[in-house]
């Protein structure tokens, strides 16, 4: 299998859209890196609620991509900058993050900032989120996971086992939970429903999780060469172009059923994705105000 065409591409958001999927998040790696991204997203944009994430290193050079998307997600994990070029690896990656931000702001795009909470800079995620929205930019938070293999294969890894990052102190995480919950009563622009910051607190508290994971069912994973994953953690079982006569089959029905009861991963994503789910959950998202799940509502 090789990399898809653009062709391919819109071909598959075809399919996605007749399926009936209305938000897409495009990550990578970074997607920012593909010299047709422009055509793609703004394709995209036109039947899909679309999420563009990046680190802040080629944002800038591609915004004319990114004005039709609904949000830019930059990824930055600390208000300093030596906490947040230690925590990415990369000297100077603040510096890019920060200037993107700024600049895509100025434009009138849709940016918001991303912290992946983790050991190294929960203390600070309280501040971190009432400076942007001070500055009126949204944040859309993600936590620190990595991935435990639950098959022979994956679909691709993305999360690394890092004891630094790993939150050990949890009664400082279940903390941070309720202190978002109140900031969150005062303020819109926190990508994060409260629904999601009890369970996470929860699971903090006890190792319990409230959820079932809806992977397969409300969410879904497709790589570059188009293959399609319940999660990024699961084996490929079909490609885009196959997914529509697998849909309804009792083959997913069975990885459903399975998928279900993992317990796998601790991805907010994912958590959110299972949590919120249909009409009832876009109705809950509406209520907080939160932009998105608007568009989502009306397409
Ligand atoms: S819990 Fe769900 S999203 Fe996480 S690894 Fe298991 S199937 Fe994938």
Not at 16 to 42: A, K, T, Y
Request: with cysteine.
């Amino acid at each position: 299998m090789k990399e898809l065409s653009t062709d391919e591409i819109k071909m598959g958001l075809d399919i996605l859209r007749e399926l009936g999927v209305v938000e897409i998040v495009f990550s990578g790696g970074s997607p920012l890196l593909r010299e047709d991204i422009d055509e793609i997203l703004e394709y995209a944009s036109q039947y899909f609620v679309t999420t563009v994430y990046d680190n802040g290193s080629l944002a800038l050079e591609k915004i004319d991509a990114l004005r039709n998307v609904d949000f830019v997600a930059i990824s930055l994990d600390s208000l300093n900058p030596k906490i947040n070029d230690y925590i990415k690896g990369v000297k100077g990656s603040w510096e890019k993050a920060m200037e993107a931000i700024e600049t895509l702001h100025k434009e009138g795009i849709n940016v918001c900032v991303s912290p992946t909470i983790s050991q190294l800079n929960l203390y600070e995620i309280v501040d971190y989120t009432k400076y942007f929205l001070a500055k009126k930019i949204p944040v859309l938070y993600c936590l620190y996971s990595y991935d435990v293999p639950v098959e022979s294969e994956q679909l691709f890894n993305i999360g690394r086992k890092n004891d630094e990052f790993e939150i050990v102190d949890k009664e400082a995480m279940v903390k941070l939970c309720d202190d978002l919950i109140q900031l969150k009563k005062n303020n819109s622009g926190m990508l994060i429903t409260t629904k999601i910051l009890e369970a996470v607190k929860q699971l903090f508290l006890d190792g319990k999780r409230i959820w079932k994971c809806r992977a397969l069912t409300n969410f879904f994973m497709i790589d570059h060469l188009g293959r399609v994953a319940g999660c990024h953690v699961r084996s490929p079982v079909t490609t885009i172009f196959e997914l529509p006569r697998m849909w309804d089959s009792p083959e997913f029905d069975r990885l459903r059923s399975i998928y279900r009861e993992c317990k796998g991963c601790t991805y907010l994503c994912y958590i959110f994705y299972s949590i919120h789910s249909g009409v009832i959950g876009n109705f809950e998202i509406v209520r907080e105000n939160w932009k998105n799940a608007k568009i989502l509502l009306s397409s």
